[in-house]
């Protein structure tokens, strides 16, 4: 069973603050996606990467950035959180062919 | 870029009844579309995929079928249970920059007992 685990369930930060999610995976996958899902909105690309140091950017990028240092973690950067980014953070990661394997979620609010 | 809409954003079904959940796209090299059931409070969790290459797929109660032409694919549920009350997303992806996926909306299918 693939295992996709994030540091936090939950998580309340300010408006201003450096908040770091990370996601962890256990089957050495290649690729490896961060989403944030609003309702009405679905799952939304925020970055994804297929390889160490690799990032490429998703379809919503701005006032987040990412780092992948290991194949088998990928943090979530915001570099000033803003009341805009509270949302449900997901991770996902996949072998670079069909399924892709979420993690349980981040819900994430700034004040 | 692809665009995935999804329609109804909301359906209620009586237990027993047929479910049916529609989405287009408008990347014509979009060869690849999942379907991922997300439960309350739960991660979201693949429940069947359509390749290009057929025009239907089915899994026991659930199937999916795709019309390349009108670029539209639907989830159908047949004798739906109270268990399979959940959002539905779909997806759509060309196979190419390491699998991405475009999302729709999102459906929150409800089954009344």
């Known amino acids: 069973d693939v295992k996709v685990t994030q540091s936090s369930r939950y998580l309340v930060k300010r408006t201003g603050e450096k908040v770091f999610l990370e996601c962890v995976q256990d089957m050495d996958h290649e690729n490896m996606f961060w989403y944030r899902q609003d309702p009405g909105l679905g799952l939304r690309l925020i970055y994804f990467?297929?390889?160490?140091?690799?990032?490429e950017k998703g379809d919503i990028p701005e006032g987040y950035s990412v780092s992948r240092e290991k194949k088998e973690r990928f943090s979530l950067i915001l570099e000033s959180a803003s009341t805009n980014q509270t949302s449900m953070y997901l991770c996902?990661?996949?072998?670079?062919?069909?399924?892709?394997?979420f993690g349980p979620g981040t819900r994430l609010t700034v004040l | 870029g692809e665009n995935v809409e999804q329609h109804p954003s909301t359906l209620s079904v009586q237990e027993g009844d047929s479910a049916v959940i529609k989405c287009t796209y408008s990347d014509s090299a979009s060869n690849y579309f999942p379907w991922y059931k997300q439960e309350l409070g739960k991660r979201p969790q693949l429940i069947i995929d359509?390749?290009?290459?057929?025009g239907e797929k089915k899994d026991q109660r659930i199937a999916v079928t795709l019309n390349k032409t009108a670029k539209h694919f639907s989830l159908h549920i047949t004798e739906t249970q109270p268990e399979d009350s959940a959002v539905y997303f779909c997806a759509a992806s060309n196979g190419n920059a390491g699998n991405m996926l475009t999302f729709g909306g999102g459906t929150r299918l409800m089954v009344k007992p």
């Open positions: 990467s297929y390889d160490v140091k690799m990032k």
């Open positions: 996902a990661t996949d072998e670079g062919a069909d399924t892709q394997y």
């Open positions: 359509i390749r290009s290459n057929v």
